[in-house]
């Protein structure tokens, strides 16, 4: 059986993943190998 933990993800962690978001947004003619995960997807 799994254990959940309820804790909060530290806010430098949530800041490093919202800084690369934006950096991927900033590179033209970006296209991942999956589909799923483009841009445009969500």
């Known amino acids: 059986?799994?254990?959940t933990l309820n804790t909060r993800i530290?806010?430098?962690t949530l800041?490093?993943?919202i800084d690369a978001f934006?950096?991927?947004k900033g590179i033209r003619g970006?296209?991942?190998v999956n589909r799923a995960?483009?841009?445009r997807s969500r």
């Open 22 to 24: 934006l950096g991927l």
């Open 30 to 32: 970006y296209t991942p």
């Open 10 to 12: 530290p806010q430098h």
């Open 1 to 3: 059986m799994a254990i």
């Open 37 to 39: 995960y483009s841009l």
């Open 15 to 17: 800041q490093a993943d």
